[in-house]
Nanobody, 124 residues
Framework: QVQLVESGGGSVQAGGSLRVSCAAS????????MAWFRQAPGKEREGVAS????????YYADSVKGRFTISEENAKNTLYLQMASLKPEDTAMYYC?????????????????WGQGAQVTVSS
């Protein structure tokens, strides 16, 4: 049984930094892609960043390019999202996703497994 468990997040002032982590179990990484999504109240869940094992390629939404970094630690089967220069509009629940079924990666319906989410709140 695949489990994705997010941790980290929290509250920070604008301009600050936070990191969220996603520990995966029961999951064979292989050449699959994993990703981070976020969902603010009343909004659609949107893709933030993705990383694919084949070549370690990373992809980012335009809104976070240059501020967020997705990475992974294979030995710990853990995915990270380092967030810097945070803005109030980054406030959302952040979700880890695994097992990309089809492209594009930024559509939440294209991932099979999901974590329960970690709240990130940025105050102005």
């Amino acid at each position: 049984q695949v489990q994705l468990v997010e941790s980290g997040g929290g509250s920070v002032q604008a301009g600050g930094s936070l990191r969220v982590s996603c520990a995966a179990s029961g999951y064979t990484r292989g050449t699959d892609c994993m990703a981070w999504f976020r969902q603010a109240p009343g909004k659609e869940r949107e893709g933030v960043a993705s990383i694919c094992s084949s070549g370690g390629r990373t992809y980012y939404a335009d809104s976070v390019k240059g501020r967020f970094t997705i990475s992974e630690e294979n030995a710990k089967n853990t995915l990270y999202l380092q967030m810097a220069s945070l803005k109030p509009e980054d406030t959302a629940m952040y979700y880890c996703a695994a097992n990309l079924l089809r492209t594009p990666w930024w559509l939440h319906g294209n991932f099979k497994y999901w974590g329960q989410g970690a709240q990130v709140t940025v105050s102005s």
